[in-house]
């Protein structure tokens, strides 16, 4: 079996990937996270996680690498991680009471060959006022979350309905990339 390497710094990542049972190691790498006026969203996270797989196939050549990048999107604008508390404010004051689109792209690469799927989840919101967003905020959660918030924590307890993959919020989505290594393994 070739060896895996999982080109992602994300605890969350780390421990969906140990979910599916590949042996792997990681490494971390440096990819410019800015999206170009001409890109669409989906366009952005799919370059996205393939920059971040082949950053990491040029770290290991013989390795197969698995990148990864999730991104929110409400009204086609696309919620990064926020910067500071008002910046909170403002993105989880638009995803309030309402749907938004969490996209993840997951791609695998080798020397030989390359894939990238995208994956789309709807998400609900209930309403949240400012002091909810402000107690949330002092957890220390939306720091490092696209959108401002974490499905698997905190966060959760905003969120009323999800119509596709729940991992794929988390920031991998399990079958897909199971059916991606296999390809490649």
């Not at 440096?30 to 890109?39: C, I, P, R, S, T």
């Not at 209930?126 to 720091?143: F, M, R, S, V």
């Amino acid at each position: 079996m070739k060896k895996l390497l999982l080109a992602s710094g994300s605890p969350r990542r780390k421990e969906l990937l140990e979910q599916l049972g590949y042996p792997f190691t990681v490494c971390k790498t440096d990819v410019e996270e800015q999206k170009q006026d001409v890109e669409s969203a989906r366009d952005y996270v799919a370059r996205l996680s393939l920059d971040k797989a082949l950053a990491g196939l040029q770290q290991q050549p013989d390795s197969v690498v698995l990148g990864s990048d999730t991104i929110v999107v409400v009204d086609e604008e696309v919620l990064e991680k926020p910067d500071n508390l008002e910046h909170c404010k403002v993105m989880l004051s638009k995803l309030s009471g309402r749907e938004h689109q969490v996209i993840t792209a997951v791609s695998v690469v080798s020397k030989q060959s390359k894939e990238t799927q995208v994956i789309d989840t709807k998400v609900w919101f209930k309403p949240l006022d400012e002091q909810e967003i402000e107690a949330y905020w002092q957890t220390g959660e939306p720091c490092d979350k696209a959108g401002s918030y974490g499905i698997q924590g905190i966060g959760g307890r905003f969120v009323t309905r999800i119509e596709g993959s729940y991992h794929a919020v988390v920031g991998l989505p399990l079958y897909e990339t199971d059916q991606l290594l296999k390809r490649f393994l």
